[in-house]
């Protein structure tokens, strides 16, 4: 694996009232306003001492690693990095942590301050990320940058649990009915715990599962790019100009869910236009009431459109495409599943079943654990960021302020199996 040599950086002062910076021969230190009248004492390999206070401050090591065009600069803690993907938000590498001595991935954001919009996105999911908390979405464990100084500052990394599937992966396994609705579980779980923040995911969809998000079984459910650009989303509310509520990603784990049935895509459409038609012509046209509360230039669109009778569930999802009955977990079937199914892709908002309604679906509830379903709720999500209006230099000094204030947080225990049902495995 081509190496560079190893450069040495330290974290810059983060640009914060509560601290100042002081400046020791070469060693540059920036602490609370609370300890005042530092002088040196002694200092070692691993730090300096001041009167009264200990103080370490670290001298990173990194080493770089190249993948293409693309050069990974990390701290030496991270070891054997392997490029596991790329796509429009950045590069993710898997690594082994040596001082956690678990494996990770590393996401290198691409061209975090290209824009003003790449640049409000990298601050958007590094809050994100900051702010969740649940066994079933992807952790933040650490975050970091190689540069020394705000004005050299342009690459920043973070760190996040790594697993072993990607959802691409799952859809072509051959799923049993416990593994289907075990997957569907922990995704409704994680989907709640974001909804109690103020999230709404809007684009869930298996190719939007990638290395950053992934299922092993305990399934981290969202990469955090909420910025709508591809079909992923629900066209019923995005198309008919309806906006967004909650039940926007119900529709999008019916997708998910019908993907794993059928092991295809279920509305195969070019652009927004041709999956609508794809919807209508196999869910059937939405009814008058429905269309009395859409906007009147996009009413008179669908109006006008061919109308279909759509076909019944047991047509579009024949017992042929299921496994077969469980004998396990109250003999999941695919009737239940099949029910569960036509009552997530719905057109109507409205009448699509809720996150929580799901949840006690005789499909799903043989899973239930209050302390999954009902885990601690987030702070809520600030979303007078996605208002803000800042230059490329603004949002720059926000996340570089982010990024050298983090404090990885020690790992999280490990969460045991509920003592009333098994989990799962999954296997390729």
Known sequence: MPHAAPATAMSAPPRHPHFYTVEVGDTRFTILKRYQNLKPIGSGAQGILMPGIVIRVEMVQFYSVSFGDTVFTVPTRYSELVRRGAGAQGTVCAAYDTVTQQNVAIKKLSRPFQNVTHAKRAYREFKLMKLVNHKNIIGLLNAFTPQRSLEEFQDVYLVMELMDANLCQVIQMDLDHERMSYLLYQMLCGIKHLHLAGIIHRDLKQKKFNDMCEVN??????????????????????????????????????????????????????????????????????????????????????????????????????????????????????????????????????????????????????????????APAPASYDHSVDEREHTVEQWKQLIYQEVVEYAAPPPAPAHPPPPDHAQPALTT
């Not at 459910?221 to 039940?247: A, K, R």
């Not at 009814?287 to 230039?297: G, K, V, Y």
């Not at 469980?326 to 099949?338: D, G, M, T, Y």
């Open 217 to 374: 079984p305990h399934w981290a459910v969202v990469d955090y790019d909420l910025v709508t650009t591809n079909l992923g989303v629900d066209v019923c509310q995005v198309i008919l100009g309806m906006g967004y509520t909650e039940n926007v990603d119900i529709w999008s784990v019916g997708c998910i869910m019908g993907e794993m049935i059928r092991g295809g895509v279920l509305f195969p459409g070019t652009d927004h236009i041709d999956q609508w038609n794809k919807i209508i012509e196999q869910l059937g046209t939405p009814s008058a009431a429905f269309m009395a509360r859409l906007q009147p230039t996009v009413r008179n669109y669908v109006e006008n459109r061919p109308r279909y009778a759509g076909y019944s569930f047991e047509r579009l999802f024949p017992d042929i495409l299921f496994p077969s009955d469980s004998n396990e977990h109250n003999r999941l079937k695919a009737s239940q599943a099949r029910d569960l199914l036509s009552r997530m892709l719905v057109i109507d908002p409205e009448r699509r079943i809720s996150v929580d309604e799901a949840l006690l679906h005789p499909y799903i509830n043989v899973w239930y654990d209050e302390g999954e379903v009902n």
